[in-house]
Antibody
Framework: QLQLQESGPGLVKPSETLSLTCTVSGGSISSSLYFWGWIRQPPGKGLEWIGSIYYSGITYYNPPLKSRVTTSVDTSKNQLSLRLSSVTAADTAVYYC??????????????WGQGSLVTVSS | DIQMTQSPSSLSASVGDRVTITCRASQDIANFLNWYQQKPGKAPKLLIYDASNLDTGVSSRFSGSGSGADFTFTISNLQPEDIGTYYCQQYDNLPLTFGGGTKVEIK
């Protein structure tokens, strides 16, 4: 069974860079059948898509975050990573990684990590 | 960006009731819509993709319909384990966007 596990610091200072890793087990991160995404959820609020990365290396980011976000895949470690620079309190959220299925016109996230709470505070 | 508007934002219903949630897109998104369930403290779980297709292993008490800009999600025979927040999500255009969520509680 595919499993995703986010990891990283739970506390980040304002203006610094948030870094998270998502370790994938039970499946290969380098399959061309899937894509990978990051989604976040501020405490008590709804879901916000951060960005997605495809097997080809193509990335797509949510425009409000695009200038601060970098995502990458490390196939040797079966991990994906997220970096968000110049964070503020507004970036405090639970961050999820997820695997997406696509093809024949469809696209959805059907495997999610448990989420990692990142608090931005001095 | 495509705005997704869900209603109601919360509801309370009795066990066995039929519950309906609506999701309206700010433009035509064909059937490019998914529904997720999020239980308290847990990650979202895909229930329905392409507006009406049940994901593998998901209870048949859940169903979805609609196309264009108006969509409906239904829970028939509401059960205690169905409590949580339900989100619609469009993938017609980037950025991917979610509805604001509908919190379902048991009376």
């Amino acid at each position: 069974q595919l499993q995703l596990q986010e990891s990283g610091p739970g506390l980040v200072k304002p203006s610094e860079t948030l870094s998270l890793t998502c370790t994938v087990s039970g499946g290969s991160i380098s399959s061309s059948l899937y894509f990978w995404g990051w989604i976040r959820q501020p405490p008590g609020k709804g879901l916000e898509w951060i960005g997605s990365i495809y097997y080809s290396g193509i990335t797509y980011y949510n425009p409000p975050l695009k200038s601060r976000v970098t995502t990458s895949v490390d196939t040797s470690k079966n991990q994906l990573s997220l970096r968000l620079s110049s964070v503020t309190a507004a970036d405090t959220a639970v961050y999820y990684c997820a695997r997406g299925d696509y093809g024949s016109g469809t696209s959805y996230f059907n495997f999610w990590g448990q989420g990692s709470l990142v608090t931005v505070s001095s | 960006d495509i705005q997704m508007t869900q209603s109601p934002s919360s509801l309370s219903a009795s066990v066995g009731d039929r519950v309906t949630i609506t999701c309206r897109a700010s433009q035509d998104i064909a059937n490019f819509l998914n529904w997720y369930q999020q239980k308290p403290g847990k990650a979202p779980k895909l229930l329905i993709y392409d507006a009406s297709n049940l994901d593998t292993g998901v209870s048949s008490r859940f169903s979805g319909s609609g196309s264009g800009a108006d969509f409906t999600f239904t829970i028939s025979n509401l059960q205690p384990e169905d409590i949580g927040t339900y989100y619609c999500q469009q993938y017609d255009n980037l950025p991917l966007t979610f509805g604001g969520g509908t919190k379902v509680e048991i009376k």
